[in-house]
């Protein structure tokens, strides 16, 4: 459900993504993007995974990137 609900809170920040089996988030770029679109998809991103897991702290950051 995770999934699915970041999918929908990302929306609401502009981010279009897609929840793949339940377990992942699907995120297609265009293939000629600015490095500040590629940050406010990540921050878009972000925002939503947050909200999904009830986590509105911005301090809550990724590792990966």
Known sequence: AAPA?????ARGH???SRALRGV????SPPFV???EELEAIVA???AGIREALG???????D???
Do not use: K
């Open 5 to 9: 609900a970041a999918v929908v809170a």
């Open 14 to 16: 502009g981010v279009l």
């Open 24 to 27: 992942a988030l699907q995120i």
């Open 33 to 35: 993007v600015t490095e």
């Open 44 to 46: 878009g991103v972000a």
């Open 55 to 61: 986590t509105a702290s911005p301090e809550v950051r």
């Open 63 to 65: 590792t990966a990137v």
